[in-house]
């Protein structure tokens, strides 16, 4: 059995809950050959330990877990930040298209390829992912994903009514669909990848197909559920000329089975006190993502009403709902967009809702999330230095240095990412401004690389 330990040196930031966290100013974790960790502290103490193989000396960097994006849309990439007004006729005029575009297999491979390293490049380690109504594209999203060493939660989209001719699916091919993809790539890469029954939500999905979708989530242990909930006013509307008042939205969700603590639903913003007690009593999770609520201009998230109920909440970019990859921007627009109710989200809780909270809504907060001894090294190293010019970072509080890592960070502070102990992105070795520009004009061919390898 292989014995080797590596230590890493650096300031090292350990969220533990909202309100609280470690830091090491000159710290260190060890992780052995299999990507865990076996110790956190300062660094004096823990480089006595014998049996130490290497030190990564990273000490005049910020070392942050890795970043955990729990809601985004892969086909959506290229869209960023093209506004048409609010949610639907957003769907319609760009987020439709672009996942038709999707069906293109080279061109899912090369958007894939760029979305999951673009992902790295901005900290993120854990996503969980839509991709489209395509089985063939979804499959190779999977392979990039492998590609890609991320940890990913994905699935095909589930969409049989409502929605352009050429995205509706036969709700029999659906499920048969969902059920091979789920058989191929649940559990594959020892685990990193995991699989999500994507029934996009209660409008552009028959009572049959949701139902279908909490069958399957149920046949298959530790596979999950994503779908959206009462995002925008007139979605709202839509859902209840189609279902009803017999049901309020949350209780769609409920009826057909796809509620629970393996579900996450995206956005919740417009709920009722009875459709909140239903998702705590049925402990399904939401998927907060400001960036998107203010770009579509759906509305405020209502932290007061989650923080009283305490139902499990994080962040999201929402790609690209969400103009956003990088989630310190998502951060900054947690606090922002919370003026409406006159409160204040610090630095390290935003933070920790991008971390430790992300994973805890996955339920993988015994596998990552922060430096816990036993999880996965999943952590990014960051350069603070360049967000503020007249001071070092001795001279600043780890309050300081995280405040303006949340207003004033980007991708440019990361240097590297990790995974499972693995360095699966490094600053110099890329830059994703011209794959971007090369993916616009040329989408099918973008990326020169090697070929995904497939199992």
């Known amino acids: 059995m292989p014995t080797e330990k590596i230590l890493v040196r650096g300031k090292i930031y350990n969220?533990?809950?909202?309100?609280?966290?470690?830091?090491?100013?000159?710290?260190?974790?060890?992780?052995?050959?299999?990507?865990?960790?076996?110790?956190?502290?300062?660094?004096?103490?823990?480089?006595?330990?014998?049996?130490?193989?290497?030190?990564?000396?990273?000490?005049?960097?910020?070392?942050?877990?890795?970043?955990?994006?729990?809601?985004?849309?892969?086909?959506?990439?290229?869209?960023?930040?093209?506004?048409?007004?609010?949610?639907?006729?957003?769907?319609?005029?760009?987020?439709?298209?672009?996942?038709?575009?999707?069906?293109?297999?080279?061109?899912?491979?090369?958007?894939?390829?760029?979305?999951?390293?673009?992902?790295?490049?901005?900290?993120?380690?854990?996503?969980?992912?839509?991709?489209?109504?395509?089985?063939?594209?979804?499959?190779?999203?999977?392979?990039?994903?492998?590609y890609s060493g991320m940890r990913v939660i994905m699935g095909k989209v589930m969409m049989d009514q409502h929605a352009p001719q050429s995205l509706l699916e036969n709700t029999k091919e659906s499920i048969l669909a969902s059920e091979r993809l789920a058989k191929s790539w649940h559990g594959?890469?020892?685990?990193?990848?995991?699989?999500?029954?994507?029934?996009?939500?209660?409008?552009?999905?028959?009572?049959?197909?949701?139902?279908?979708?909490?069958?399957?989530?149920?046949?298959?242990?530790?596979?999950?559920?994503?779908?959206?909930?009462?995002?925008?006013l007139t979605e709202i509307e839509e859902v209840e000329k189609l279902y009803g008042n017999q049901y309020s939205y949350t209780q769609i969700y409920q009826h057909t089975g796809c509620l629970g603590p393996r579900t996450v639903m995206a956005h919740g913003i417009h709920l009722s006190s009875e459709e909140l007690v239903l998702l705590l009593t049925s402990q399904t999770r939401i998927a907060h993502c400001p960036t998107s609520n203010f770009f579509l201009k759906s509305g405020f998230f209502n932290l007061p009403a989650f923080r009283k109920y305490h139902i499990p909440f994080a962040l999201g970019s929402d790609i690209g709902g969400g103009p956003d990859l990088c989630l310190f921007r998502v951060m900054?627009?947690?606090?922002?967009?919370?003026?409406?109710?006159?409160?204040?989200?610090?630095?390290?809780?935003?933070?920790?809702?991008?971390?430790?909270?992300?994973?805890?809504?996955?339920?993988?907060?015994?596998?990552?999330?922060?430096?816990?001894?036993?999880?996965?090294?999943?952590?990014?190293?960051?350069?603070?230095?360049?967000?503020?010019?007249?001071?070092?970072?001795?001279?600043?509080?780890?309050?300081?240095?995280?405040?303006q890592l949340v207003y004033l960070g980007d991708s440019s502070q990361v240097i590297k990412t990790f995974i499972r102990g693995q360095e699966v992105y490094s600053k110099p070795e890329a830059d994703f401004s011209t794959e971007f520009i090369k993916f616009q004009t040329h989408p099918p061919n973008v990326l020169q690389s090697p070929p995904l390898q497939t199992r």
């Not at 610090?346 to 805890?360: R, V």
């Open 332 to 403: 900054r627009a947690m606090d922002e967009m919370q003026l409406k109710n006159h409160g204040f989200v610090s630095p390290m809780e935003a933070i920790y809702q991008g971390t430790l909270g992300g994973a805890k809504v996955l339920s993988l907060e015994d596998e990552t999330g922060n430096f816990q001894v036993g999880k996965s090294a999943d952590f990014i190293v960051l350069n603070t230095q360049n967000l503020n010019c007249l001071e070092t970072a001795e001279d600043q509080s780890i309050e300081e240095i995280l405040s």
């Open 188 to 232: 594959e890469n020892n685990d990193l990848i995991r699989y999500a029954f994507t029934p996009r939500f209660a409008l552009s999905c028959s009572q049959e197909l949701l139902e279908a979708a909490g069958d399957l989530h149920r046949r298959f242990p530790e596979s999950y559920i994503q779908s959206h909930l009462s995002e925008n």
């Open 15 to 146: 969220p533990t809950s909202p309100s609280q966290w470690e830091y090491y100013t000159n710290g260190a974790f060890l992780m052995n050959a299999l990507g865990r960790i076996e110790a956190v502290g300062e660094y004096p103490l823990l480089k006595q330990i014998q049996g130490i193989t290497m030190t990564l000396d990273f000490s005049d960097y910020l070392i942050l877990p890795g970043l955990i994006d729990v809601h985004t849309h892969l086909p959506q990439l290229p869209i960023r930040g093209k506004t048409a007004g609010t949610l639907l006729d957003w769907l319609n005029r760009y987020a439709f298209p672009v996942e038709e575009a999707f069906a293109d297999t080279v061109y899912a491979e090369s958007l894939s390829r760029l979305f999951f390293e673009s992902l790295k490049a901005n900290g993120t380690t854990t996503a969980m992912v839509y991709s489209s109504v395509h089985e063939a594209s979804t499959n190779t999203a999977f392979e990039a994903a492998q």
